[in-house]
T-cell receptor
Framework: KQEVTQIPAALSVPEGENLVLNCSFT??????LQWFRQDPGKGLTSLLL?????REQTSGRLNASLDKSSGRSTLYIAASQPGDSATYLC?????????FGKGTMLLVSP | GAVVSQHPSWVICKSGTSVKIECRSL??????MFWYRQFPKQSLMLMAT?????????EQGVEKDKFLINHASLTLSTLTVTSAHPEDSSFYIC??????????????FGPGTRLTVL
């Protein structure tokens, strides 16, 4: 059974800092890995999707990497802004389901 | 494109009553819809997978008689929480998979429904 772990559980940084969120998974037989953002009481917003054959994906200030063999992914956020404050979820796609981590709660202070 | 809506966005009900949550794919046909539940500070947990026109497949530990799922059309799935109790209070999120998808990389998520059972 796939297990997804996200570290740290919470992170507080001042505005402008670059930061890295970590995601690890136990079963490397995956189709893809996705990073989501969730604002309090809201649904999910997909940020980046990395296929199993890819090493990284970039969108604006976000960069996600995938090392399938070691079961790890990182989400890099450059020049963080208060508007980046949210919970970031990592989800791993197996044959028919998505398995989510518990998320990292990010607070960026002005 | 690829918008999924949920209704209601939040609901408060009394213990023992039933609550229906709708999940609609607005601009695409979804052969498969998924229902997730999220408790505070916990990850999303898949409850069930529903395919249009057939019975839903429930995950282990999810009571199918308590959480009734109907996927009557390619754009609508409903989750009914029967005889709700306070421990059913949670955030329920649905997702829909595009009919043309061949893998799990096209799940589109709804905005979620906050259920509070008093």
């Amino acid at each position: 059974k796939q297990e997804v772990t996200q570290i740290p559980a919470a992170l507080s940084v001042p505005e402008g800092e670059n930061l890295v969120l970590n995601c690890s998974f136990t079963d490397s037989a995956i189709y893809n890995l996705q990073w989501f953002r969730q604002d309090p009481g809201k649904g999910l917003t997909s940020l980046l999707l990395i296929q199993s054959s890819q090493r990284e994906q970039t969108s604006g200030r976000l960069n996600a990497s995938l090392d399938k063999s070691s079961g790890r992914s990182t989400l890099y956020i450059a020049a963080s802004q208060p508007g980046d404050s949210a919970t970031y979820l990592c989800a791993v796609a197996g044959y028919s389901t998505l398995t989510f981590g518990k998320g990292t709660m990010l607070l960026v202070s002005p | 494109g690829a918008v999924v809506s949920q209704h209601p966005s939040w609901v408060i009900c009394k213990s023992g009553t039933s609550v229906k949550i709708e999940c609609r794919s607005l601009d695409f046909q979804a052969t498969t819809m998924f229902w997730y539940r999220q408790f505070p500070k916990q990850s999303l947990m898949l409850m069930a997978t529903s395919n249009e026109g057939s019975k839903a497949t429930y995950e282990q530990g999810v009571e199918k008689d308590k959480f009734l799922i109907n996927h009557a059309s390619l754009t609508l799935s409903t989750l009914t929480v029967t005889s709700a109790h306070p421990e059913d209070s949670s955030f329920y999120i649905c997702s829909a998979e595009s009919r043309l998808a061949s893998s799990t990389d096209t799940q589109y998520f709804g905005p979620g429904t906050r259920l509070t059972v008093l």
